[in-house]
């Protein structure tokens, strides 16, 4: 008998085991699941109504210059590249349609997500930023070559504000969009490790 009561003290001495609140990392999971749905949904609309302004401009003004014309196909094809990106991220989100997709599935999917996001925020922004300064600059010709001081401050007040996008907000942004989706794939893999053992 006294084994019994020793290993029942044991047993009500051990120190509590902080184990994962399942619902709320589900309902954390599912609401930020929404969101990136959302912020890349409208992202695609953002870009896509942008890609039609600027090709409503490329075809409605009259531009002397081909500068002109091959800077908006820059700054187009740019978007188009930013819009297939977010798309395929888009994509990867939305495959867990139903509830039949298991923890681990869901976890797969979110770690392509954050891999297909790391890519977007190295390569793909790289790549939007050059065609997009390309195409500005440009597209800004005809007017510095028409209005050398108009031109000028058109000229840096666009540098300017493209270096404060790459400098300032990206990295505040993949910082930002980092530290969600690593928390989030920790909570889901803590749920994991829980119904493994």
Not at 142 to 161: C, D, Q
């Amino acid at each position: 008998m006294s084994n019994f009561n020793d290993i029942q003290n044991l047993w009500q001495n051990q120190p509590d085991v902080k184990t994962p609140d399942v619902d709320s990392i589900i309902k954390a999971a599912n609401k930020n699941r929404k969101q990136m749905i959302t912020k890349n949904v409208m992202a695609l609309i953002t870009l896509g109504a942008t890609v039609l302004f600027i090709a409503y401009i490329g075809l409605v003004a009259d531009f002397q210059f081909v500068t002109t014309k091959v800077g908006i196909v820059c700054i187009i094809i740019s978007i188009i590249g930013a819009m297939v990106l977010n798309s395929q991220m888009l994509m990867l989100i939305l495959n867990k349609a139903d509830n039949s997709v298991s923890n681990q599935d869901y976890l797969n999917q979110l770690i392509a997500y954050r891999n297909k996001q790391r890519f977007f925020q190295t390569k793909g922004i790289a790549v939007y930023f050059l065609a997009l300064t390309l195409g500005f600059i440009l597209y800004l010709y005809e007017f510095y070559a028409r209005n050398h001081s108009f031109g000028l401050k058109a000229y840096v007040l666009t540098l300017l504000w493209i270096a404060f996008a790459w400098f300032y907000i990206r990295p505040k942004t993949i910082k930002k969009q980092e530290k969600k989706i690593n928390d989030l794939i920790e909570q889901i893999e803590s749920i994991s490790s829980q119904f493994e053992k």
